[in-house]
T-cell receptor
Framework: AQSVTQPDIHITVSEGASLELRCNYS??????LFWYVQSPGQGLQLLLKYFSGDTLVQGIKGFEAEFKRSQSSFNLRKPSVHWSDAAEYFC???????????FGRGTSLIVHP | DTGVSQNPRHKITKRGQNVTFRCDPI?????LYWYRQTLGQGPEFLTYFQNEAQLEKSRLLSDRFSAERPKGSFSTLEIQRTEQGDSAMYLCASSLGQGRTGELFFGEGSRLTVL
């Protein structure tokens, strides 16, 4: 079975600092990969996705992620964090023949002024 | 903008009662998913539909849970004889079928509290 690991439960950064959230997946072939953000009381919103092609993908709100097959990783980055980025971030993956994404447990981002 | 709509947003019930949640997906989406999310955890898959057919169910979906999607439009998730362990956020999502990017669009969820 597929699994997604987000090793950091909480990340604290200062406003304006750079950010990297880690995600590792387990899947033999190239998975479809996603990052979602969830603000308190809200549903999940898609930030970006990777299916094939360029391993560096750009998303909304200034986020980007890089697919590294050798490390089975799909880390999310942002060069300068804003206070409004404080939220829960979820990485998800699904296999090419599956329509059911598996989610990680999430990383809670705290932004200090 | 007609995104995924879920009702009710909050439900408080006593143990042993039945509850039903409704999900209205994005109109052209043929796939519909139910996930459960507990505090500090990511969404856990429960079941999904392609049109009106329920194609897969998780082992998390005990026999007290039933989901339907009549006519391939809205869906309902019913929990019978609720238990305190059923307290969670129930998320509905929809997506376009094969050949598309396949990302899920989520509703805001229905939070269940079982007393």
């Amino acid at each position: 079975a597929q699994s997604v690991t987000q090793p950091d439960i909480h990340i604290t950064v200062s406003e304006g600092a750079s950010l990297e959230l880690r995600c590792n997946y387990s899947y033999g072939a190239t998975p479809y990969l996603f990052w979602y953000v969830q603000s308190p009381g809200q549903g999940l919103q898609l930030l970006l996705k990777y299916f094939s092609g360029d391993t560096l993908v750009q998303g909304i709100k200034g986020f980007e992620a890089e697919f590294k097959r050798s490390q089975s990783s799909f880390n999310l980055r942002k060069p300068s964090v804003h206070w409004s980025d404080a939220a829960e971030y979820f990485c998800a993956s699904r296999g090419e023949g599956s329509y059911i994404p598996t989610f990680g447990r999430g990383t809670s981002l705290i932004v200090h002024p | 903008d007609t995104g995924v709509s879920q009702n009710p947003r909050h439900k408080i019930t006593k143990r042993g009662q039945n509850v039903t949640f409704r999900c209205d997906p994005i109109s052209e989406h043929n796939r519909l998913y139910w996930y459960r999310q507990t505090l500090g955890q990511g969404p856990e898959f429960l079941t999904y539909f392609q049109n009106e057919a329920q194609l897969e169910k998780s082992r998390l979906l005990s026999d007290r849970f039933s989901a339907e999607r009549p006519k391939g439009s809205f869906s309902t998730l019913e929990i019978q004889r609720t238990e305190q362990g059923d307290s969670a956020m129930y998320l509905c999502a929809s997506s376009l079928g094969q050949g598309r990017t396949g990302e899920l669009f989520f509703g805001e969820g229905s939070r269940l509290t079982v007393l």
